[in-house]
């Protein structure tokens, strides 16, 4: 069974920096598809950031040149560095794992970010 575990959320101020952190646990990290998508309330959940298992990223026009997502294979973990965060970055953070594009693949629980003006 997969799990994952995010951490690192918290409350900043706008122009400030967080860092999530999302440990998986099994034998599919190396091979998967790991990603962050959010939730603000009130609206769908969306693709925030994604890499895959050969490091090519992927990033929503919203975040490109502010966020910058990583892995490390060895300790099983995605990262998502956030800097310049604004108001509007204020949702709950979702790490995702899935093998393919078109498989909605296993969730975190889910890290609050919330940046105040």
């Known amino acids: 069974q997969v799990q994952l575990v995010e951490s690192g959320g918290g409350l900043v101020q706008a122009g400030g920096s967080l860092r999530l952190s999302c440990a998986a646990s099994g034998s599919i990290f190396s091979t998967h598809i790991m990603g962050w998508y959010r939730q603000a309330p009130g609206k769908q959940r969306e693709m925030v950031a994604r890499i895959f298992a050969n490091s090519i990223t992927n990033y929503a026009d919203s975040v490109k040149g502010r966020f910058t997502i990583s892995r490390d294979n060895a300790k099983s973990t995605v990262y998502l560095q956030m800097n310049g965060l604004k108001p509007e970055d204020t949702a709950v953070y979702y790490c995702?794992?899935?093998?393919?594009?078109?498989?909605?693949?296993?969730w975190g629980r889910g890290t609050q970010v919330t940046v105040s003006s």
């Open positions: 995702n794992a899935r093998p393919s594009i078109i498989n909605t693949g296993y």
